[in-house]
Each structure stands twice: as C-alpha cells, then as structure tokens.
C-alpha cells in the first residue's frame, strides 16, 4: 500500500499532537512541516520529519494527498478550501470555522472535489465515550432524560499573550466556548443524539486586559428527543482542568469523563471503568488524537465513514454560535 503522503500545516502547540500520531502511522508519509515562522517549522521537522516551509501554497507542486490545519481559527477556511480544490484532503484542527457559513462553504468545497474533511473533536475516541455512546444506543438503561456538559478551567495571562490572535473575536471568534468548550459541546450533541435548539447567556466576568472574548457561560439546551440539558463553560476556575458530560438515563445515569466512564444504576450500584490519562500541562488535550487521526486515514483508504466528518464541525459551530448570539433568547439550531 502506497503511504499517504502528508503535510502539517502550523507548527504551534497543538501540533505536536499530530506530528506524533503522524510519525509511526502505517497509512502516512510527513512529507512537510508548515509555519510562517521558519524557525517553527525546523523544530517541527527535526522532531516529527518533512520538509520545513513557510508557504502552504507550495503543497500543490509536491503530490500531497493529505493537509493537517492547525493554525489560527479564523484561517481555516482559507486555507482548507485552497488545498481541496487543489485535490487535498483536510484534517482541520477545532472548529472547523468560527462562524456556520464558512464551515458550509467548506463542506460545499468538499463535496464538489470530492476531498475528505474531517475535525479534530479527539474525545469522541475517548474511551469512555465509546462506552457511553454504545450503552446509549443499544437502550439498556432506557431513553435520555436530561444531561449536563459542564466545562471549568483557567485561560488568562501567559496564555493569550504568548499567542496574539487568541481571546480576540477576529482571531479566535470567541473564548470559552468556541476554543476549550467545544469538545465537550460536542460530545454532549454527538451523545444524546443532537441539539434542536438552545438559549444562553454569556460574558467576560473578569476585569482584565488579558483577552476581550467570552470566558463563561450559561446554555439551556432542548435536546431532538425532547429531553432537556444544562450546560455551564467558564475559563475562571484557577488550577482545574473539568470536563464532564452527564446523562440521566431512565434506570441510570453516565458519567463521561477523560479519566473513565461512571454508572450509577438506580439500584445504588455504581460502577467506574478507569480510562489512561496523561497528567501535567495539557493533559486537557487527552490521549485519543492519534487514535482519531488513525480512523481519518482509515476512512480516506477504505472509503468509509469518519466519525468526525465535516458535518460534525459544522454541527459544533452551528451551538457555538448559537450560544454566542442568544443572549436568552431561544435559537433553533439548523440541520
């Protein structure tokens, strides 16, 4: 089988997630590393191969089959859409797009080209996801009732100013929500089988200079099935790294986070199934993105389905956005 021949596009943080699921993969050959910043793209190159660049445009003359996307949200769009049209699949990091009509132009692109577009939502391979996603669907514990998605951690200082176009409603096209949230946002859509419509309320409640985006937020979300859920996001919560969705199920309840799967039955017994996790800085990041990225390649050789597809992304824009624009008000949530 001939290995696929790949390029990472922004050489930041994130990305060492995806040199390292890149490095041993049997489906891929790092052929390249990208960054405006030269120096960045040799750091990247040194660790995780390729060839270091500052242009994503050269990528057309160099037989690449597929793209990562891990640069500033706002240039997601461009950037994907020129690579597809030039025959390039896309992995893109979250979101997909900072508003729902960039991500539909994204997908229209796609769909034309035929090129796959898929998003980085890496905790839908979480162990404990699988396992509540299965127990769900296969009804053993009864129908949904009510869930909650609750997100509590810390954004501030260092963080904003070591990269500028983060905490700006330009670069990042929002806080909280769109960037640390949207994970969870996610799995609560992709586990009770979607968001019909939501109202929100959402702010700065620090007095700071640091960022001029949302950092908290409230979220009632009326769920397809008609079942009701609660979500509360905020980047106050000094030296917590919480993640967590809750589903009430009618004979039991789900508790889904990195560090395993909790069920507590109405009987009163409980049971955790332990999940590896890592520990220290970024640990938020988790374990599955090289498991994610493993399934894309799959799908691209195969032809199968990707469980993080375009419409995924646009799904999670479309309650970011919604969410953002609510101010209490309900918004119906398209698709």
């Known amino acids: 089988m001939r290995k696929l021949r790949t390029a ?7 990305s060492r997630n995806h040199g390292k699921a890149l490095k041993d ?11 405006i910043d030269l120096e ?6 040194e660790t995780y191969g390729g060839i270091p660049m500052t242009d994503y445009r050269a990528l057309a003359d160099m037989d690449i089959d597929v793209a990562h996307v891990v640069t500033p949200h706002n240039t997601h769009p461009e950037i994907a859409i020129h690579l597809m049209e030039r025959g390039i699949n896309v992995f893109c990091e979250k979101p997909l797009a900072i508003n729902a009509y960039d991500a539909e132009r994204m997908i229209a692109v796609s769909e034309r080209t035929g090129t796959h577009l898929g998003v980085c939502f890496q905790n839908r391979m979480n162990k404990a996801s699988i396992e ?13 009732v009510s869930a909650m998605a609750l997100v509590a951690w810390d954004r501030h200082g260092k963080y904003y100013s070591e990269s500028p176009w983060r905490g700006t409603y330009r670069g990042e096209g929002g806080g909280c929500i769109i960037n640390q949230s949207i994970h969870t946002l996610d799995l609560l859509n ?15 409640l620090r007095d700071t200079g640091d960022y001029e985006v949302d950092d908290t937020s409230a979220i009632l979300f009326h769920l397809k099935n008609g079942a009701t859920a609660v979500g509360f996001c ?13 589903i009430h199920l009618e004979k039991a309840t789900l508790t889904v986070r990195q560090s395993g799967l909790t069920i507590a039955q109405e009987d009163g017994n409980v049971v955790f199934h332990p999940a590896e996790t890592l520990k220290g800085e970024k ?14 390649y799959k799908s691209i050789v195969e032809g199968s389905d990707f469980i993080a597809d375009c419409h995924t992304g ?22």
Do not use: M
């Open 132 to 144: 509540a996603k299965e127990i769900i669907d296969d009804g053993r514990y009864g129908k949904i």
């Open 234 to 246: 905020t980047n106050c919560y000094p030296e917590s790294k919480i993640c967590t969705v809750e």
């Open 190 to 204: 992709y586990l009770t089988g979607g968001v019909a419509s939501l109202s929100a309320f959402s702010g700065k």
């Open 314 to 335: 646009l799904a999670a824009v479309r309650i970011v956005n919604a969410i953002q624009h609510s101010n209490g008000k309900e918004i119906y949530i398209g698709g």
């Open 25 to 35: 993969n049997k489906y891929t050959d790092l052929v390249a590393a990208v960054d």
């Open 40 to 45: 960045k793209a040799r750091a990247f190159a």
């Open 8 to 14: 990472v596009i922004g050489c930041g943080a994130v």
């Open 283 to 296: 640990s938020e990041w988790g374990i599955s993105h090289g498991v994610l990225i493993n399934e894309f």
